[in-house]
Each structure stands twice: as C-alpha cells, then as structure tokens.
C-alpha cells in the first residue's frame, strides 16, 4: 500500500521520469520504515521537490538530514523573522566568541540553503502564497546579510579599531554603517535567483582607533574613514557572492550606487546628499523608492531615507519621467531582450513583470510626494492604494495583481529548476508541458492561453500610462555633418591625421551605419560622449581642467578601434546609455585603444570583458598568486582545462592591463601583478597535469628564473623555468613527459591562444639537457661545467611552484654558488676576473644585439639601457652574497648597504625606474619583446605621447638623459 502511495504522487507530478529517477536514488539513502510509514502530506511534497527543482532535489538528496526540513508540521506556516534571526544567533554566537570567521561563514551559507530547501518545498507542494514566498526569501536575506555584517564588523574592528567621527561640538563619535537594500530585495520582494542590490552608508568622515579616542585627541595614524567602510564593504561584497563547497549566500549587484562603477563602494550621508542633489536620474529616483535597512544601523538608515526623501518622491515632477521611464523600457526590450524573447520573458518582455512595476512606481512618482499614503516599496500593496485614491481602476489593479502573481509564479518555477537566474519560457515543447504542470494547469495550451491574457492584460494598461516619445538633446559641436569645412578645421585641430575619414566615422557613430536604425535618443547620447573623446585628444578645449590623463597618441586609430568595438558589442543604445551613465567606463576604453593594440584586439573579439570588469569593482584589487591560484581552482572540473586556462588569463590579463592603464597600480606593481598571475598559472597547470596522470605529490619543483625569478615580469615575457627533481629520484624519464606536459597546457596556441610562452632552456646544456633532472646533476654541472653566465643567471632565480622542499634546495644551492664573496668550491666559473668577464660579455651584447647605427633607440641592449642596470644588481648580488633576484630591490640594497652612495644610488634607480616604465608602455602596446624604439617619426611621436611628453624631441632628450646617468654608474660598478 505505501510503495503504492509513492507512485501515485510520482504518476500525479508535473514530471514523473525525472520524480521516479530521484526516488529510486532517494531509497538507497532513506530509512525503510520512514518510506513505509510516511504520511501522504509528506510523500506529495517530497515528490514536488523532486519534479520541481534539480537543484533542491540534489541538496536533499546529498544530505539525508534535509529530510526534516521538509516534514508537514514545519511546512504549515513559513518562519517567523525573529525566529530565523535567532536560529542563526545561535549558530554563530560560539563560533564568533572563537574568532572563527571561515567557520562562521561556512555556517551562515549552510543555513541559508537549508532555508532555500524549506522555501522550495513549501512552494513546490502549494503549501504557500507567492506573498509568503517572497517574503520569506526576503526573510532569509535579511537574517543573512545582517549576521554576515556583524561577522565582518568584528573581524575589521578585531584588526584596524573603531572608525570614529567628530560631532558638532567637536567630541568623538563612534561612526554608524547600514547597509540598504533595493529592488526586489528592498521590496521584500526577492525571486529564488534575485541579485541583492545593495547600497553602503556611513555617517561621516573620520578616522579609525585602537582605542577610543578623548575629545581633542588628533586623528593619528590610524585609516580614515573613507578607507575603512571601502574595505569592509570590499570584504562583505566578496562574502555575498563567494563560491564555496557550502554552496553562495546571494548574487550581489552594486551598480546602483552613485557613479555607478565609477564611485566608491561606500559614501558618507553628505556625499550621498550631494549626489543626488545634482546628478540623481530618474531611474535612481526609481531605485530609491524600493529602498531599506536590510543590516546594521536603522537609525542611520532612517536618517538616509529622510535625506533622500524629497528625491525620490519629489513633490512636483514633470511628466517628461514618463517618456524617460518608456524609453527605459524600450530599450530593455531592444538590447536586453534577445531576439525572440519578447513574448516568452516573464519580466521584461511584453506584458511582463517590469511593465507592472513601471507602472506602479511611475503613479509613485508623480503623486506621491504630495500624497504619502503612496509611498511603499511593494508592488501589490501600492496597486490597492493606487485604487483607493482613483489613480488606478480597480479592475485594471485586478488585472494587474493577478498577473503579477501569475508571472512571478513563472518566474520563481523556471529559477527553481537549476538555480539560474533566468525570466524566459524555454522553447522546448517538453519544458513547457512540465512548466504548465508545475504551474497547476492540466495541459499546454491550457496554460498559454493564460499567460497570453495576463501579458495582454498587463500591456494594455501599461499603454494607458506611459507613452513612448522622443528627446531632443544640444550639443556644442557642429550640428550638420555636411558643414564639412568646419568639422575638418575642428578634427585637425584635435590631431586627427585623415579629417575625412574620422568624419565619416563620427558620423556613424552618431547616426549608425546605412543598415542599422538609430533613435533620436541614441543620437543624442552619442553627441554627449563626442566631446568626452575630444576632451582626451591633444590642444582639445573640451579637456577637463582635472583631467588625470594624457592625450591620446593617436585619435584616428583610437577612433577605428571605437567603430569596431560597437560593431562587435551590437547594442549601440545600451551601449551609447552605460556610457552616458558611466562616463569613466567610456574613457578607459578610448585610453585602452590607444595605450595597447593587443589588448583593444582582445577587447574587440570579447567585447563584454572590459564592462564586466569595470562594473564588478575587479580593477581596484590587486591580487597574490595565491588569490589567483584560488579562483583559478574553481574551475577544476571544467572539461576543457586548457580552454579554462586561457579564458581566466585572458580576463585577468585584461584586469591587470586596465589597472596600469589607469594608473591605479605603478609600474613596480604591474610588473608584481604580472608575474603572480604566471606563477598561480604555472601551480595550477602542474595541478592540472598532476591530476591527468594520477600523481598525488608534485614530483619536482618548478624554479623560476629571468625576469620571472625576479617578480618583474611585462607584457609578452616568456616564463624563463627550470625542473628540478629530487637527488634520489629513479624514474627521471617519466617525469620528463610530466614536465613537457606542463609548458604544452601553457604554451600551446589554441583557439583561445595560449597563456605564457615557457622557456626551459636555461637548463644545464640548454635545449640538448634533460628537461627535468635531479638537484645533484644541477649542483655538478654548476660547480664543474657552468660558464659565468650561467651562475650570473642564478642570482635570479625563485622557486614558484611544485615541490617546496625541493625548491627550497635549489634556492639554497644557488644561494652558495653565486656567493663570490666567500665562494663555495669546486665552482670552475670563479676566477679573479669575473667582474672584467661580465664587463665583456655586457660589451658583446651591446655590440652584438644593437643594430648598427640604432644605438639611440635601443634602451634595452644600447650603451647605458635596461641591461647596464641589471649586470649591475647581479654583480652586486655575486659580489656580497646576496640572494635578491629582483632587479629594483637589488639596486635598493646597494644604496642600503652603502655599496653605492647616495647620489649615485639616486642617479642609477631613478633612471633605471624611467627605462623600465618606457619598456613596461612599449610592451603592452604590442606585446612583442621590443628593444628599440621607433625609427620612423610618426610611431616615435606616438611612443612619446604615451609615455606622457608633448613630441618626440623632448622624450628622446629624456631617454637619452636617463641612458647618460645609468652609463655614468656603470662604469664606476663595471669598468671596462
């Protein structure tokens, strides 16, 4: 009777293949006398979850315990906020007292997915209301966000202090933070896959104590405030949304703060004050009416929304908002809705769930700041005020109401199925069969029938209220393209070389190739962001007075590369929209065009790259081999590992490239950056090969050498390496193909190109030796065959990954050997002269490698260039002793150690810093190992405005100035 009981709710679900496949998987892991015994409440939601959702299927199945979560008594009612705040109280408070952050974060995402299984299961059985449901979402989200904001509150002030600020009489206050929920989260409003938008608020400016502070006590030395709020958002933001084995918390979206990606991640109140005073748009009055505390200081969160009271619900406004919000939602449906969508995308196609929203917070718009009682963040209850005060019909809020759960019903059935966070209705006739199921109706056409009344319902009044129409907007530049004459006179005088053909593409840009139609409103945008690019080009009266930037070196080819990139990304209106919204975001990629081919070609072919890294925030973090090893590992069981390798290198290339661009990493920085993602890179390729062939242990250490050794790797560095093995190791041939195997899922050029090119032949006899041999063969060759060169090659050399003990070794044995101070014998390659053998192998090089009459140009190889400076650090590096492979730290312990004097120290790394920064702009244009500078006039003007001076004469007066100081040293250091 009770197998019968379960087969009668698998025959009766929306999917009874895939029911009976969890099942029979279900009664390998459930007790026996619970699957006899089981009510037949408790089998019909078991079975819901099972034809309902992959994801809650899986969770339930993978842990037995969950069964409890699902048992009719705990379903009858959904759970009470406090009760869920005490719930997660509890878990945590042990774990806080320890000062265990990852287990109390560990805990908080496990919490939250027993929740979700709760949730789910309520839904999926129709034991709830779709109000509840969200509610309840939005429940978990609250607990949750304000237990991980009291997690990472005392873990900053543990570490930095409290932030403090001053009253108005002058005392010190303890600085309030909250964070604000908006949208579906500020309505109380959340979907099974909502994004959480959030914004961070602090009270005011300050500074951050150990101890508090007395009422006159200066600030000290202690972060200010700015600083601190930044950071721990930086540090909430990243607990939001890290995956983990306990699965994530939220998708986090911060895009709604003011400036967009531009700004900072926190504000103080009078900074907020100040924004929307003057830069506020609709959308953002929008934005702040489905606004809450959701963690932290409600005081300071009342205060916010006091502040931004008149904003977002003004007591006056023009009814243009109206065209501005239709025009919102027709380009939503033009851009953002993907050919095909628009009648199957519950929330932003026809008739969808945005519509009804618009219309609710368009009605809240104009009316609500002269009537309160409109003012409200939900959706269903502002229709029933919109009745009561004769805004709205009430069989129209009926319609709306109904379609609102109807559609959200949708939605939350299709997030439910794998976690994702999709609105459309799948294509597929199967999945709309078992949609029709789980929505409660008896076949397909059944169901479609109803979501086209709904759709009509909902469109048709979304039509009463808001008309599309078209802005006019003024631009200073010349209004007809055909005033030919004066177009050509202003882009000559902005250093446009080919006048006609930058007009024709500027014209393009506003007005669209002959194929493709542009609305007047993105016309308009576009003549907005012109004098944003004429404003970055050389003698431009529409450069900023506060511009940080230099001119760009070559506005026609930037201009070339601008029209490829909006062909490419294929959604001008959106595209020309971000842009307005997020002036930063348009010149960074004008500057990226001009600063790097290889980086604009790689924009160009992934043309989303560039937005998602400035709009996640990503380009503020500078990130450790380790941190890099560690997102690199989330993609371990990705099929294709070198497709993977490549996909994160070529984003991360692109993030650290922006950074130096920008200018929020130096040069130092940029090459520290470059050289932890070739070392994270090599770790997890030797993982990668490791697993392949079944090796537990790393079999050998991977010795970095070059300018790799030295953590001071640039665009298109090979990665100079070494493989070494342990003395005792047998089996040195087997390990030779591991190695091999190594620099191929590196090295090899695929459809997504390649990473780094390795370099293993540095190795005892170069390319003849053993690509993978023992740490004694490396000790007697070195000792007993080795020429100078090659010991001077160990003075930078640095174990990066594999073996650690191994590698350790190593680094001990060239520690000795490139000690001249006290040499280690035998070493065949020490002799009296060494420094006179260095000088002439320097002397040959620079005969050797610098073409004949281009000594000028070559700042690598030429008298007084890049190597004057680095045989000087590894000649000190073998005269001392020292073991310092990079080349700046090397020059900066002879200044320490009185190796050289101060002036000298001065001359020599000050001039060093200025070639090495000339290379570092060299290089990312091109990503070839340039040695030379142009010879021809126009590519040498180029190279000098990127490097920052007006023409070429005065940038090669400079470099020839930097190449006289660093000879004048080498000389003292290597007399010939």
Known sequence: MQSQLWQKAIQGSADPQRAEQYFEQFKAIADAAFLKKASAEHVHIIISVFSGSQTLSEQLLGNKECLSLLDPEKLKLPSQKQVLRRDVSNLLKPLMAARDYSG??????????????????????????????????????????????????????????????????????????????????????????????????????????????????????????????????????????????????????????????????????????????????????????????????????SEFLEMVQPFRYPRSLSERVLRDISAMKQRIENEVVKAGELERNVKLGHGGIREIEFVAQTQQLLHAGRTPFLQGAQTLPTLDKLVQYKLLAKRDAQSLTAAYIFLRDVEHRLQMESNQQTHTIPTERKARERLAKLMGFASLPEFE???????????????????????????????????????????????????????????????????????????????????????????????????????????????????????????????????????????????????????????????????????????????????????????????DQKAWLRKYHQAEFMRIGLRDILGLADFEQNLFELSALADACLQYALEVVMRKNKVKAAPFAIIAMGKLGGNEITYGSDLDILFVADSKTKNLPALQKLAAEVMETLSQRTEHGATFETDARLRPDGAKGLLVNTLKA?????????????????????????????????????????????????????????????????LRIEKERTPAGKDHLAIKTGSGGLIDAEFMAQTFCLEHGWLEPNTMRALMRAREDNVLNEKDSEQLISNYRELRRIEGILRRWSYEGETELPNDAEPLYRVAVRCGYKDAEAFMAAQERFRKAIREIYKKVLPS
């Open 778 to 842: 490396y000790e007697d060759y070195y000792r007993n065959r080795a020429q100078l060169w090659e010991i001077q090659s160990l003075t930078r050399i640095r174990p990066v990954a594999g073996n650690a003990a191994i590698g350790d070794a190593f680094k001990n044995l060239a520690t000795e050997l490139t000690n001249f101070q006290k040499p280690s014998r035998p070493l065949l390659s020490h002799t009296e002269l060494w420094k006179q053998q260095i000088a002439k192998m320097r």
């Open 449 to 639: 029938a109803a979501k086209k009344e709904h759709s009509n319902n909902v469109r048709a009044i979304y039509d009463k209220f808001l008309r599309s129409d078209e802005s006019h907007g003024t631009s200073s530049l010349p209004s007809d393209f055909r005033d030919e004459p004066t177009w050509t006179k202003l882009l000559t005088g902005h250093a446009f070389r080919d006048p006609a053909k930058a007009l024709r593409l500027i014209r393009e840009f506003v007005e669209g190739p002959g194929f493709v139609h542009v609305s007047s409103r993105t016309s308009e945008l576009a003549r907005e962001l012109l004098p944003k690019f004429f404003g970055l080009c050389p003698n431009s009266p529409f450069k900023p007075a506060d511009s940080k930037y230099g001119d760009l070196s070559d506005p026609d080819r930037v201009l070339a590369r601008l029209d490829s990139f909006i062909t490419a990304y294929g959604t001008r209106a959106m595209l020309y929209d971000l842009w307005t919204s997020n002036p930063s975001l348009f010149q960074l990629l004008l500057l990226l065009f001009d600063r790097s081919e290889f980086l604009a070609e790689v924009a160009i072919r992934t043309p989303d790259l560039v937005d998602e890294l400035e709009l996640s925030g990503r380009l503020r973090r500078s990130k450790t081999a380790e941190e890099t090893l560690r997102d690199l590992r989330y993609g371990l069981e990705d099929p």
């Open 104 to 301: 109390s974060f560990a805990q908080l995402r496990q919490f939250k997915q027993l929740e979700m299984l709760r949730i789910g299961g309520r839904d999926l059985a129709r034991l709830s209301y779709l109000p509840d449901v969200v509610r309840d979402i939005s429940n978990i989200a609250d607990v949750s966000l304000e237990a991980l904001l009291q997690i990472c509150w005392q873990q900053f002030t543990d570490k930095f202090g409290i932030p403090y600020h001053r009253d108005a009489a002058e005392r010190w206050q303890p600085t309030e933070f909250c964070v604000l929920g908006m949208g579906k989260l500020g309505g109380h409003e959340l979907n099974y896959s909502s994004d959480v938008d959030v914004l961070f608020v602090y009270r005011d400016e300050g500074h951050v104590f150990k101890i508090a502070p007395r009422k006159n006590e200066p600030p000290g030395k202690g972060m200010a405030n700015h600083q601190f709020f930044n950071r721990l958002s930086e540090a909430f933001i990243a607990e939001v949304g890290r995956m983990t084995s306990d699965g994530f918390l939220f998708r986090i979206d911060l895009r709604l703060r003011p400036e967009g990606v531009a700004g900072p991640l926190s504000r103080s109140l009078d900074s907020y004050e100040n924004y929307y005073a003057q830069w506020g748009q609709t959308w953002e009055r929008m934005m702040l009416i489905k606004t809450r505390c959701v963690a932290g200081d409600e005081e300071l969160a």
